[in-house]
């Protein structure tokens, strides 16, 4: 077990200690782990308190909801165990007035407990209390009857709905009939790709196989309603809300929230991912999202996985969920944007492409395209190899950002080879727009010095191909500072460039000059093996990339090849 933490029992206190500081407008109670709001008024002028809680481990809940127009108390127990009936009588007393509290619980057997006894010792000391349990989890619809379902993310909707209805003055009466309806109508489901780590425990609670899911779990590192193969992002969410659609909760023509939650582990890349893929599945069911939101809003520690929340609301909802609130996990307003695309005017100065019957291919501009394709191919069947080579001293994109440059040269129209220059100009453009990271400056910035170069020979030879080559090499090495023995891509470049040059000054063939600077270019590759990389991130890790070639180098050696074939066969 790696986790973050210091002792395991400490873990909690530590952990509010933390979240407190980081919330002006909240306190922490000296012997109790629970957070409330500071400055409250007199306990005679106070509103009605919203207090929720539960166990630890799903954070940011249920602390970080707390603040002005949502949560006025959050109680904490241990990881995903009840707090004490106890403590959260300390927390109604702590934030509760003469208008009482309303208690919004999440359905599981030791919050209803605990929760349930610590607001009959308060209405006992004369404080009135409505207790408002969350039952949303339409993964059990077939399971269990609807008030033995578990709460799960779509308590924070609850939470948000009933903190301003307080915060408006609602009395309890009103302020509990809003959270249950709220809680009445949202809907959710969960679906997990792994299991999560209890510190106290130190081990996962189940094991998935390498292609297995959980779908339909709760929040506490169970196992779902059942197990299955992982699907892609938009079967999942399109499975999750064919779920809650049968629930029943929310019908065509409804307007609707949606919360797209994390469960701890979840990248807010792959949450935009399913925010996307949810709006747009509920627009075909007939259901208009209004409100949205996506994050880690109840986690189950560091489980990767998801849930979505679904409720519909009224014309009454929607101002409860604008109103403002200082929680520091609340993420705002959740409007949506109603125009995604925008396309960009085309500058007045850029050149119109030629129709394709004024265009002549020329022989050379068809050798071109035909070595680009040898080298595109070569590239792409080499995705995996370069991937491998890359997350050994980086993030492992060089594999995948190849491809791409590869699949653009292959998508470069015949009309482009109208001349060397032009299509290697094309190419640069492609690869400019279709690689990402450093890869695609360093190329495009090669194929336009070499098209530049090549630009007035209407005729080039060998030689001319030969310099514009070395041309090329030196662009890449201007561009990024490398020269050879830094252990980048120029340790296959400039060896390849100059054997070329070389060996057609000493009058061997183009066919024999090509051969011998792809396994020049193939020499320089391996001698990046016992280099200690000066540039790049590779150099971030030092002598760690000793004994692996360099990535960019074998990418560079495994083109230089395919195109020494493609010459070869044409020869």
């Known amino acids: 077990m790696k986790k973050l933490i210091n002792r395991p029992e400490e873990a909690v206190r530590q952990a509010l200690e933390g979240v407190v500081a980081l919330s002006p407008g909240t306190n922490l109670l000296s012997d109790e782990n629970i957070v409330i709001l500071s400055g409250l008024p007199d306990a005679a002028a106070r509103p009605v308190a919203v207090i ?211 469960l701890g582990s979840t990248p807010p890349l792959e949450l935009a991912i399913l925010a996307r893929s949810g709006l747009g599945t509920l627009s075909t069911a007939g259901v208009t999202v209004v409100r949205a939101w996506a994050g880690t809003f109840l986690s189950a520690l560091d489980m990767p996985g998801f849930s979505l929340s679904v409720m519909p609301v009224t014309s009454d909802d929607l101002p409860l969920f604008d109103m403002p609130v200082e929680a520091r996990a609340w993420p705002g307003s959740g409007h949506l944007n109603t125009q995604l695309v925008a396309t960009p005017d085309r500058p007045d100065n850029l050149p119109v492409e030629a129709q394709e019957d004024q265009v002549i291919i020329t022989f050379a501009g068809r050798r071109l395209q035909e070595i680009f394709a040898y080298a595109a191919r070569a590239l792409i069947a080499a995705e995996d190899e370069l991937a491998t080579l890359d997350g050994i001293t980086g993030d492992g994109d060089l594999g995948a950002s190849m491809r791409r440059g590869a699949e653009a040269i292959l ?56 310099a514009a080559f070395s041309a090329a090499v030196q662009a890449i090495s201007e561009l990024g500072g490398a020269k050879p023995g830094d252990r980048t891509m120029v340790d296959a470049l400039h060896p390849a460039a100059s054997m070329f040059k070389d060996q057609l000054a000493e009058g061997l063939s183009p066919k024999d000059a090509w051969q011998r600077a792809v396994t020049a270019a193939q020499e320089g590759m391996r001698l990046t093996i016992d280099m200690r990389p000066k540039l790049g991130r590779a150099s971030y890790i030092g002598e760690r990339a000793i004994g692996s070639p360099d990535a960019g180098a074998a990418a560079v050696s495994i083109w230089l090849a395919a195109s020494g074939t493609a010459v070869q066969d044409a020869a």
């Open 52 to 262: 929720s809680g539960g166990g630890s481990g799903h954070e940011p809940a249920h602390a970080g909801y707390v603040g002005r127009s949502m949560l006025s108390a959050a109680v904490a127990g241990d990881i995903f165990t009840s707090p004490s009936s106890d403590a959260i009588l300390s927390a109604i007393r702590a934030v509760s007035g003469p208008a009482g509290a309303v208690l919004v619980v999440k359905n599981y057997t030791g919050d209803r407990l605990n929760f349930g006894l610590a607001a009959e010792l308060a209405r006992a000391e004369g404080i009135p209390v409505e207790i408002v349990v969350v039952a949303d989890d339409a993964a059990l619809r077939d399971t269990v009857a609807p008030n033995r379902r578990r709460g799960l993310a779509g308590t924070i909707l609850v939470h948000k709905l009933a903190g301003a209805a307080a915060a408006q003055g609602n009395c309890l009466t009103d302020v509990a009939a809003i959270a249950r309806s709220a809680a009445q109508r949202v809907s959710s489901m969960g679906i997990s790709l792994g299991t999560c780590i209890l510190p106290s425990v130190g081990k996962p609670g189940f094991v998935l196989g390498e292609k297995e899911i959980e779908v339909g779990l709760g929040i506490h590192g169970e196992p779902g309603v059942l197990r299955r193969e992982i699907a892609s992002a938009d079967e999942l969410v399109e499975l999750t809300l064919r779920t809650i659609l049968a629930d029943g909760k929310i019908r065509r023509g409804d307007e609707a929230v949606l919360l797209v939650n994390g």
């Open 411 to 466: 998508d470069i129209p015949e009309t482009a080879f109208s001349s060397i220059s032009k299509g290697l100009s094309s190419a640069a453009d492609r690869v400019r727009k279709a690689i990402a990271g450093s890869s695609g400056p360093f190329y495009a910035a090669g194929l336009m010095r070499a098209s530049r170069h090549l630009a007035k020979i209407e005729d080039p030879s060998a030689n001319d191909i030969a």
